[in-house]
């Protein structure tokens, strides 16, 4: 493994400003490192595209600009000539988005995501787009229709979803950064899964347009790495307001970088750490409450003072958000009819009239959770089940962030598990939908009450990472990054090293993966 | 007591425009039941005083000016078309023969 691919995303930028590397050698090390252990059929499968020409392209261009020198290199982003990945739910013109879905098998975007836009203009070179569960539905990747991801620190495990792609990616060195999306927790509990670090903004606080919607009161793009500062760096580049996205929040993007080197530096001194009483406990694996009770301790060596909260409605939380979601997921997948884009199929027998076509269409190009999330959706919004479902489920929500509201009276930030257990086995809880759901619980509060989470590795348990989730209130995503950050650098001042440090060898295990098969 | 029908299940799959084979709709009657099952407990924990919220961080009129912005030109909204035919998408019967 070359050094160029296990540097953070501000260390490289920092030996890209110094003239110490080129972006097209930090391309390349990264597209090289793909083609090692990114195999399909046995390798980590973050990748359903890898856009290697385009990403060398815009590497060449910066260095260009770098080498010029001049008021041009001056200007450009402390990010520029880094190279991302990003989430196949994200738009992006000249490669092919699919959603993971049959659907969208060959589509090409007429146009680009804002934050897509915003990547571009910063000149961060694209190294392609990431699995996924199909339109993000999932919490294993192996809903994708093009195949599971596996976890680098195990193959046979999940990599989390419904961002399964993108942790992977960061946590395999095949990128230093990502682009997620986050309903339910799809950027946290892949993080936490994979020993990286996934933040899920405020709602509105980085722009939506362009991700293909799922539910859109809860959708929320945001940034996958492998340290707390990188995360920060890369929602401060693709934050702010959008005229494009109604929901998006009118201020500023925060002083987030700062926050988190404000944290790093160490002192938590007078920071309220809120403990949410029913984040853990039953339901949570001995491994994981073990390493949750250590980060306590730490937070509190650096000066946190630690408080128990409650929020007595987080209870009914997974039943509302499998309500909400479904719901809105089912009006905005109405759209994927084979009319407009996407691929058509003509039904077998019979006339063929249109709405048979959107029959046969949706029937061949949605997967069978797709489907199910679907019925269940038009389920809870017709007549006669509205008010006891939807209209329920909407209440619950409104409590929730009463609960919020009042532990954040009492704590300046909170913090849970991000998951309740580490990496299952692919495959375990395919059969059981609910079962599945489960995973889901720690991190779906904060989706339904707007609030941003954050989650960073706090230790292994049977040799599989653990995540740390630390959430703070609407628009006080600085906050959370400070803590996130203190925690971070407190964990590696102990192990001595980052956690990734102690993932297997990929591509020794690719290989071995490869000879078992044969 | 069953709470989603098979009938219910064909009956929400044609109100969604999905084709549904026989075994499929068994196999999610009897999956969603299980799924509704588990989250029924929302209709009973909110009570009538309690506000719906519909969404978490509402901003209220948001518009922009009355003028046109960039859109998609006729030959790249028809790009990713499955049909099209002088300009237009192009779909297959609209009303039932008889």
């Known amino acids: 493994m070359t050094d160029i691919i296990t540097l953070s995303a501000s260390a490289l930028a920092e030996k890209l400003r110094a003239g110490e590397l080129t972006s ?32 060398l392209a815009v590497a060449a261009e910066v260095d260009a600009i770098r080498a010029a020198g001049g008021a041009e290199a001056a200007a450009l982003h402390p990010l520029a000539g880094v190279p991302i990945a990003v989430k196949d739910l994200i738009v992006t013109k000249g490669q092919p988005t699919t ?45 994708s229709a093009f195949g599971n991801t596996r976890n680098p620190w195990d193959l046979t495990r999940i990599p989390g979803g419904s961002g399964g792609g993108s942790a992977a990616a960061v946590a395999a060195f095949e990128a230093p950064l990502a682009l997620g999306t986050d309903t339910g927790g799809s950027i946290r509990q892949p993080g936490a899964v994979t020993g990286t670090v996934g933040a899920k903004p405020t709602y509105g606080a980085v722009s939506r347009y362009g991700a293909i919607a799922m539910a859109s009161s809860l959708d929320q793009i945001g940034p996958v790495a492998r340290t707390v500062l990188d995360s920060a760096l890369l929602q401060e580049l693709i934050g702010g307001h959008d005229p494009r996205d109604s929901t998006s929040l009118p201020e500023t993007v925060p002083a987030l970088a700062d926050a988190a080197r404000q944290g790093a530096a160490g002192d938590l001194s007078g920071v309220r750490v809120g403990v949410i009483k029913e984040l853990q406990g039953e339901g949570y694996e001995a491994g994981v409450q073990a390493r949750f009770d250590e980060s306590l301790e730490l937070l509190k060596a650096r000066g946190a003072q630690i408080v128990e909260v409650s929020c007595p409605h ?20 109405a759209k994927f009819d084979g009319v407009r884009y996407g691929n058509r199929v003509l039904p077998t027998d019979g006339n063929v009239t249109i709405e048979r076509v959107m029959g046969a269409t949706r029937a061949a190009g949605f997967g069978d959770e797709v489907k199910r999330r679907i019925i269940l959706g038009t389920y809870a919004l017709s007549a006669g089940y509205y008010d006891a479902y939807y209209g329920s489920a909407q209440k619950v929500r409104t409590l929730i962030q009463r609960d919020f509201a009042a532990a954040f009276e009492r704590a300046d930030v909170l913090i849970s598990p991000t998951a309740p257990t580490v990496a299952f086995e692919l495959g375990a809880k395919l059969d059981d939908p609910l079962a599945m759901y489960l995973n889901d619980v720690a991190t779906i509060p904060a989706n339904l009450a707007g609030v941003p989470g954050i989650s960073v590795p706090g230790g292994l348990s049977d040799g599989l990472p653990v995540g740390i989730q630390f959430l703070a209130p609407a628009r006080e995503d600085a906050r959370m990054y400070r803590a996130a950050a203190a925690l971070e650098a407190a964990l590696e001042e102990e192990w001595g090293h980052p956690l990734l440090a102690d993932a297997q060898d990929l591509e020794q295990a690719v290989a071995a993966a490869k000879e078992g098969a044969k | 007591m069953s709470a989603i029908s098979r009938e219910d299940v064909a009956h929400l799959a044609e109100l969604a425009h999905i084709a549904m084979l026989d075994a499929e709709l068994d196999r999610m009657a009897g999956e969603l039941d299980a799924i509704v099952d588990a989250i029924a407990s929302v209709s009973q924990v909110a009570g009538e005083d309690v506000p719906a919220t519909s969404h978490p961080i509402p901003l209220t009129n948001v518009f922009r000016e009355d003028v046109v912005g960039a859109t998609l030109t006729q030959e790249e909204a028809l790009l990713n078309a499955p049909d099209a035919e002088d300009g237009r998408f192009k779909v297959p019967a609209i009303l039932e023969e008889d």
């Open chain 1, 24 to 55: 097209v050698e930090a391309v390349q090390a990264h597209l090289d490192r793909i083609a090692a252990v990114d195999d399909a059929e046995h390798g980590v499968h973050a990748f359903l595209h890898v856009n290697a020409e385009e990403a």
């Open chain 1, 99 to 143: 959603a993971g879905s049959r659907m969208l098998e060959g589509w090409m975007s007429p146009y680009d995501a804002t934050v897509i836009e915003k990547i571009r203009a910063a000149k961060l070179p694209i190294l392609g787009k990431t699995n996924l569960d199909e339109f993000a539905q999932g919490s294993s990747t192996e809903h």
């Open chain 1, 314 to 333: 987080f209870q009914y939380a997974l039943a509302a958000y499998y309500l909400i979601m479904p719901s809105e997921m089912s009006s905005n997948l």
